[in-house]
Each structure stands twice: as C-alpha cells, then as structure tokens.
C-alpha cells in the first residue's frame, strides 16, 4: 500500500471522524506454540501434550481513532473456521459495539470478497468502507502482531487439557493486549504506517 493511499485513507477517516480498523483472523489450538526458552544447562525442557486437534478460531479488529488518540481491540473466539456468514456477525457486532463510521482495512481473504460480504458491505456503506490490503503483504497489517504477541507470550508452549482452557488463557492475553493502548500503536508503527 503507497504512502498516497494510505494517507488518502487517514485524511478521509479524519474528515468522517471514523475509526480505522484493522481486521484479520487466526486459529488457536491444544497443539502448543512451541518457543524457545530457558533450562537448566543440559535439562532440555520437554513439552507433553495430547496431541489433540481441536481448534478454535479468531477475529480480531485492531481499531484506531483517526486522531491516533486512542486504540483498541475487539476480538471473538469461536469454534470452526470463519467465513463470510460468520465474518458479517463480527463485523454486525462490530458496529453495535463502536456505533460510528468505521474505514476497515483487511487482506484478501475469499471470504472477505465473496458475493454475500459485496452484496453486505454495500448494504452498510451508510457506516462501513472497506479498503484492502495489498497481496502478499501481512507486514502491512497490525493484527499479525497482535497473533504473533499472543502466541509468544500467553500461547507459548502451553499444554493444555481442553481447548476451553485454551480459549479462556487466549482471551486473557487478548484482553492484555486490547488494553495496552502503547502497545496497539507499536503494532502500527511495525508495520510501517502512522495516522
């Protein structure tokens, strides 16, 4: 994404006093995030876990006010993977919760381009615009550094029972995260963007 583009966005959402928000989805599942970490010399540390397949999925919107003021996350944990039916509940609830304009901005994901999410999108354009993100460019977006802080810290060679305890320690770290409003802005300024 230009630097043109993206400050064509920050202007607009300024004037339209909407949030910018980052949207992306990711999986946590019983299978740990396996990461380096420290033991006694010559103790490997060994990780037990059941092998368990079961997964969870989230949506994530890294959101921000177009002043850089404030940002924040809203999330939702939910078994099975995401697709347009369940990415418009989000995004439904999404505008419940916030009750303004908002300028998302995610990938290309087909869901995210199915017919149905056109079909919606257009229906909503009295509060949502949408801009996509260049292929192949996850660096420019966020949310991949909120995935990536959660399964280094959180998710990090946890082996749990049952994907419950999964989901509530995920959501813990989630909830650390959303309300580490210098953190939220160190994601953005990773990806390379300001406001």
């Known amino acids: ?99 303004r304009r908002v300028v998302l901005i995610w990938d290309g994901l087909p869901s995210h381009r199915s017919g149905r999410m056109r079909d919606w999108i257009a229906s909503q354009r009295h509060w949502l615009s949408v801009e996509p993100l260049p292929g192949y460019a996850p660096d420019l977006n966020p949310i991949e550094q909120v995935w990536g802080n959660l399964k280094s810290k959180e998710l990090a060679n946890l082996c749990s029972n049952t994907i419950n305890e999964v989901a509530g320690i995920a959501a813990d770290g989630l909830d650390r995260i959303g309300t580490d409003v210098s953190l939220c802005f160190a994601f953005l300024r990773h990806s390379g963007l300001r406001l």
């Open 1 to 99: 994404m230009g630097q043109a583009t993206v400050a064509a966005h920050k202007k607009r959402a300024r004037r339209q006093n909407a949030l910018i928000i980052f949207e992306d989805e990711s999986g946590v599942s019983l299978l740990p995030s396996v990461r380096a970490t420290w033991a006694p010399r010559g103790h490997t540390p060994v990780l037990r876990h059941r092998f368990g397949w079961k997964r969870l999925s989230v949506a994530g919107a890294l959101a921000y006010e177009p002043d850089g003021g404030d940002a924040h996350l809203v999330f939702q944990l939910r078994p099975g993977a995401y697709n347009d039916e369940t990415l418009i509940e989000f995004l439904h609830e999404l505008n419940q919760f916030e009750q």
